[in-house]
């Protein structure tokens, strides 16, 4: 297994750091194998990209890895159903169900499961076929649905089973009643009740957007649901079936553990979004509150120090409070990321941006940025030539100076003066973290 995933690490080292994927390989291997992902599949992805889901599940794997997975079969349903001379009818979003229907509504989801098993199979992934006894239901509304049902209990002992033999349990979206008849139940909903029955670490939506999309049709790459949800809700480009998912995700992500966070994405990307900070889809968390410090004195000193240390690697120089005079401290609620500012002739300058190496590809860093920026007008600071950040400062700053030892970045300065005396700035501020040989060498 370990000459394995060093062949996997390697092969991942393509679209992010070896450090990255270790990072992550070592959070999920402490995980329990029924707490590491829940993963909704549409009908849609079952029928048009099955082989990329094969190899990302199978991928998963190989790295010791056992997502537990959900489908549903909408687009399939409603060929057979439109086949069978049945018409279909929904009532608030959910399928009005005749015994007739029933029928097929049961027959296309074991025929959706056992598909996706054989081509799992197929490829010697280990499969479990799991197409009822999960979800105990009720009956909704007999006279207006049918045979529809809501999930009121979840029997986890047949995915307990798959998982303890390394296999991958396959579970169709259908309920069953204690008396034992067979309802058809909105895949979403099921995909809810079993994510807050086991609490999983990850909540995978699967989809052919790979992501939700803002105003412009560009990904949206995360959201700090702390931060952000009431500033998204007032988009007017939020049309009403991306507003309720966004509802339903805070709603589900209430009830989990704040490590929980909900990932959306593609299945040829399912291995980017999970093992890279970058990601590949959108990534949602409760996440944190932001603090805003402009003084030291309600500060955690002590915290603070510990998250800069852990996050760079590096010992502060010990009078590293006393020598900097903080302008503005921007701080997650429980220190796992944070932004000192100081002003340097009247210009916000960035002392130090640290995020703790637990809360790497969570948002949290881009969220307290994000943050920051709206309230910071102008900025400018220097990083080392081979910090790993440089990808996203580019893509941050309007300006950038690369040099040796530092690059200096900016935004806000039009002037060419301001932009002069900040890299010059930079190019003579003392260093206030030291290196292994207690020589100070800064690094942003």
Not at 182 to 204: G, S
Not at 206 to 235: A, C, F, K, P, V
Not at 276 to 300: K, M, N, P
Request: aromatic fraction near 6%; proline fraction near 3%; include cysteine.
């Amino acid at each position: 297994m370990r000459e394995l995933r060093g062949t996997i690490v390697r092969l991942l080292s393509n679209m992010g750091s070896a450090k990255e994927i270790q990072l992550y390989l070592k959070r999920f291997s402490k995980l329990d194998a029924a707490r590491f992902a829940v993963v909704k599949v549409g009908g849609a992805i079952l029928r048009d990209d099955i082989d990329a889901l094969v190899s990302s599940l199978s991928f998963l794997q190989q790295v010791g890895l056992t997502p537990i997975v959900l489908h549903g079969a909408g687009p399939q349903l409603d060929e057979e159903l439109q086949s069978a001379g049945i018409e279909k009818q929904t009532v608030d979003g959910l399928r009005v169900t005749s015994p007739e229907a029933l029928a097929v509504v049961r027959r296309v989801f074991q025929q959706a499961n056992l598909s996706l098993v054989e081509a799992l199979q197929a490829a010697d992934v280990r499969a479990t076929s799991i197409s009822s006894g999960v979800f105990e239901s009720e009956q909704i509304d007999p006279e207006t649905l049918g045979l529809v049902g809501s999930v009121v209990a979840i029997n986890a002992a047949p995915i307990e089973a798959a998982i303890k033999v390394g296999s991958i349990p396959i579970i169709a979206s259908l309920g069953e009643t204690v008396g034992g008849q067979i309802l058809n139940i909105n895949a979403d909903w099921a995909a809810n009740e079993l994510v807050k029955a086991l609490q999983p670490y990850k909540i995978i939506f699967l989809t052919g957007t790979g992501g939700l999309l803002d105003g412009d049709g560009r990904l949206i790459e995360s959201i700090n649901l702390r931060t952000e949800y009431d500033s998204l809700m007032q988009q007017s480009w939020l049309h009403s079936g991306m507003r309720l998912k966004i509802e339903q995700i805070a709603e589900l992500l209430s009830a989990l553990p704040p490590s929980s966070s909900v990932s959306i994405t593609r299945p040829d990307q399912l291995a980017k979004e999970l093992f890279t900070h970058r990601g590949s889809g959108t990534l949602i968390r409760r996440g944190e509150r932001i603090h805003r410090f402009d003084s030291w004195e309600a500060v955690d000193r002590e915290r603070l120090a510990e998250l800069i240390e852990s996050s760079f690697g590096r010992k502060l120089v010990p009078d590293y409070f006393e020598r900097t005079p903080l302008w503005r401290l921007y701080v997650s609620e429980h220190y796992r990321a944070a932004i000192v500012l100081t002003r340097e002739d009247g210009v916000p300058h960035m002392d130090k941006f640290a995020v703790a190496d637990d809360a790497q590809g969570e948002g949290l860093g881009r969220a307290i940025w994000q943050v920051m920026k709206q309230e910071v007008r102008s900025l400018f600071w220097r990083s080392r030539r081979r910090n790993a950040a440089n990808g996203f400062y580019t893509e941050e700053c309007e300006g950038v100076l690369k040099g040796e030892p530092w690059n200096v970045y900016w935004y806000g300065l039009h002037d060419f003066n301001a932009i002069q005396n900040a890299v010059a700035h930079c190019r003579e501020r003392p260093a206030t973290l030291m290196n292994e040989t207690s020589v100070c060498e800064e690094v942003q």
